[in-house]
Structure formats: structure tokens, C-alpha cells
């Protein structure tokens, strides 16, 4: 059992920073999993999570990883579980730099709209309070929110590299001399990042390995499952030893790593799969209907995801019929999906008229 603020000592010089689940019912925020970690004299941030009370836990593993006279905070994307505390890079007493990915720059200025935009998908068919109700409990159990700090800068105003691990190539930043790798991913959202610590050998997949099936409405299935695949490749090359994410209370090691991500792959075929199935057997899906049971389907599966709850498997149904190909036919609530016509009615041959 772990409680908000528990440590977990991987060296040293890094600590992971234990954060919590959601519970709407009892207004309590998801709070992201943090590393600290000691990159020579600069002392590493990966997410700042939210609440006072993770705030301080993260300033006593700062002071668990040895000396530092710098500090590098980073941003792995702009969700309010990771970005609340993100003005500490300003108490640090040190000269301090803090990055956030730009395509999430909107959604940390105005986390309310982006909710809004994901909820609004499931307005009508799922029995949930209204886009803008859920939205604003988000935002309001998700505080003090404090994104943005004297020195934050994008990581888009970096020159983009190229970076090579192993067998491997991605592009992003490198930092504190090459020992920090912020690596592109943009799965889970728009912006995400994932982080290579080479001098300890960790990878720190922060969201992205949150589920076999994205949520958000800027998730990006492909990307989600690639990302997986080239992880697993680090792990099994040994680029990297050891597993840390946003959501899991725990280190993964060595031979696990691959087994459960090879584990996330199998589901996110399986759940479409079963998907598939389910909307097979009518030219026109009504999402109600769909969403009973694909909650049942992924149920029997036993596929559960950070944070499960019935908002979050409603989302992940509308991204399914997207990514089957699925589309609404009008704007109603409840309007049934149905597969667009693969032909281009303008090119279509003519019929020839009566005699």
C-alpha cells in the first residue's frame, strides 16, 4: 500500500516521488508520479504533480539525491495531474531552467476548454454529468495550479535533435551534457514526452503507458502503441534498466518491462478486436448501446488502464469507433456511427436515365 509522497530510492542520486489515483466521489485529484534525479551538479524534475502536499514531498527528495547547484525541471506533457507544481523551479534557490512541450502550451493556460473538448465527445450517450460539469471538477480538485514559472520556456524553442539509443533513433532535447534525453512521443496527448536517464539507466514513459487505448481527444493511438514497441527495444538492447511511469506506484526491472508492455500491445489488439466485433453486426452503431458493452468486453479482458472509471471508458470508446474508422452521421445526441462510403459519389458512374 502507498500513500501520496512516499519515495521510492532507485540510486543515490534518483528517487521516484509516489503520486495518487483519481476519486472523483471523494474529490480527490490524480496526482502524477515524479523522478528526481542527480545529473552531475544539476538536479533533475521530471513533473511536479499538484497539491501542497506533494510539493513538499518533492522538496525533501530533493534534498535525498545529493548535492546540486543547478536545476532542470521538465515537463512530459501539459495534463493538470503532472504541471501543478511547476513554479518550484523558482524556489530552488539555483539557477534553473523548465520545459514544457508547446502543443500542450493551451491546455495549461486554460485546462478548462481542453476538458471540455474531451467530455463533450461523450455528452449524451454515457449517463455523466455535462461536459462543462466534469470539466470544472477536474480543474477544481486539481489545486493549487501552478504551470508556468519565471524561467519556463518550450522545448520547441530548442533546436530539434537527433538523438540515437542503441539501435534506435528518435528526435527531442538532450540536457546536462547528453545524460537527459527528452525524447517525442505524442500518444497520450499532443505534446508528451518521454525521458531517457542514460547515467542511471532509467526510462520514464510518464502517460503513455497508461492503457492499451488512449482517452483524450488528442490521444493518437499509433503513436501510443509505437512508442511501446520502441521502449521495449531499449529494454531488450539494455539502453535502459529500468521502468518508471506516471501512474504505476512501482519500479519495473529488466525482462519484466518488456513482458508488460509487450502485455499493453496485446490488449490494445484485443480490445479493438473486440470492438470490432461489437459494431460488425449493424451498418449503424448507436454509441449508448456501444459503450455498455465495450464496458463489458473490456471488462472480460481484464483490461483496466491508470485511473479507471467510467468517464475514462467513455472516452476510450469514442477514440475505438474513431479508430475502427466509425464516424457520427449528424451532431445529435446519441446520432448513430456508421462507415463512410468508400467511393467518391462525385466520380461515381451515371445511371442511364428511363427510355
Not at 489515483?21 to 524534475?45: C, K, M, S, W, Y
Not at 511511469?245 to 502485455?263: I, M, Q
Not at 461489437?278 to 452503431?285: D, N
Request: with cysteine; aromatic share 6%.
Amino acid at each position: 500500500m502507498t500513500a501520496l509522497g512516499d519515495l521510492i530510492k532507485i540510486d543515490d542520486r534518483t528517487v521516484l516521488v509516489l503520486g495518487q489515483e483519481l476519486q472523483f466521489e471523494r474529490d480527490q485529484p490524480d496526482v502524477a508520479n515524479a523522478l528526481v534525479h542527480r545529473a552531475g551538479d544539476t538536479l533533475v524534475i521530471v513533473d511536479t504533480g499538484v497539491t501542497t502536499a506533494f510539493r513538499a514531498a518533492l522538496r525533501a527528495a530533493t534534498d535525498r539525491v545529493g548535492h546540486w547547484s543547478r536545476a532542470l525541471v521538465l515537463t512530459t506533457h501539459g495534463h493538470p495531474d503532472h504541471v501543478g507544481n511547476n513554479d518550484l523551479a523558482d524556489e530552488l534557490g539555483v539557477p534553473a531552467e523548465h520545459y514544457v512541450p508547446a502543443p500542450d502550451l493551451d491546455q495549461m493556460r486554460d485546462p478548462a476548454s481542453y476538458w471540455v473538448r474531451s467530455f463533450d465527445r461523450i455528452s449524451g450517450f454515457a449517463s455523466l454529468p455535462a461536459a462543462s460539469a466534469l470539466a470544472d471538477k477536474v480543474v477544481s480538485i486539481c489545486q493549487p495550479m501552478r504551470p508556468f514559472g519565471a524561467t519556463t520556456r518550450t522545448y520547441e524553442e530548442r533546436p530539434l535533435e537527433r538523438i540515437r539509443i542503441g539501435p534506435l533513433r528518435f528526435t527531442g532535447w538532450t540536457f546536462a551534457d547528453g545524460a537527459v534525453r527528452v525524447l517525442r512521443s505524442h500518444g497520450h496527448c499532443a505534446g508528451h514526452v518521454i525521458v531517457h536517464l542514460s547515467d542511471c539507466s532509467v526510462l520514464h514513459l510518464s502517460d503513455e503507458g497508461n492503457g492499451a487505448c488512449g482517452a483524450m481527444a488528442d490521444a493518437d493511438q499509433l503513436k501510443i502503441q509505437t512508442v511501446l514497441g520502441a521502449v521495449s527495444v531499449l529494454f531488450e538492447e539494455k539502453e535502459a534498466t529500468l521502468l518508471t511511469d506516471g501512474h504505476t506506484f512501482a519500479v519495473r526491472r529488466g525482462a519484466e518491462v518488456v513482458a508488460y508492455l509487450d502485455g499493453l500491445l496485446e490488449q490494445a489488439a484485443a480490445m479493438q478486436a473486440s470492438a470490432l466485433r461489437l459494431t460488425e453486426e449493424s451498418k449503424q452503431v448507436q454509441p449508448s448501446a456501444f459503450l455498455t458493452r465495450y464496458t463489458e468486453a473490456i471488462a472480460d479482458l481484464g483490461v483496466g488502464g491508470a485511473n479507471p472509471n467510467p468517464v475514462f471508458t467513455a472516452m476510450m470508446a469514442v477514440n475505438q469507433l474513431r479508430e475502427l474508422g466509425l464516424r457520427p452521421e449528424s451532431g445529435d445526441v446519441d446520432a448513430p456511427w456508421s462507415r463512410p462510403t468508400a467511393y467518391n459519389p462525385a466520380s461515381a458512374p451515371s445511371r442511364p436515365g428511363p427510355d
